[in-house]
Nanobody, 131 residues
């Protein structure tokens, strides 16, 4: 049974940092593109960042404009995990963050990093940015 388990959320002050982790089980993570999405109350779930597999896409990365330069996605296939390093956090970053594995596709990662292209979701972890 494929499963994604997240950790690392919490409460942080503005301009602070957090690192989210997502560990996969039940499937070969190295073969999949991975991503992070978030959802704030009253808003639709949105893409934050995605990263292709190294074998299909060379580990290319996509970032939403709102997090470009502040967030960094990475992956460690040996640990079956991917990560989201979040620096310079803002109150607008407050949301439930979900890790994801994307459906198979040869399209560029920027075209795949969408809710409709997610195959499996993590359970979500709350990130709150507040003073």
């Amino acid at each position: 049974q494929p499963q994604l388990v997240e950790s690392g959320g919490g409460l942080v002050q503005p301009e602070g940092s957090l690192r989210l982790s997502c560990v996969a089980s039940g499937f070969l993570l190295s073969a999949y593109a991975v991503g992070w999405f978030r959802q704030s109350p009253g808003k639709e779930r949105e893409a934050v960042s995605c990263m292709s597999s190294f074998s299909h896409g060379g580990g290319s990365k996509f970032y939403a404009d709102s997090v470009m330069g502040r967030f960094t996605i990475s992956r460690d296939n040996g640990k079956k995990a991917h990560f989201l390093q979040m620096n310079g956090l803002k109150p607008d970053d407050t949301a439930v963050y979900y890790c994801a594995v994307l459906k198979g596709s040869m399209a560029p990662i920027q075209d795949r990093c969408k809710v409709s292209q997610v195959q499996d979701w993590g359970q979500g972890t709350q990130v709150t940015v507040s003073s």
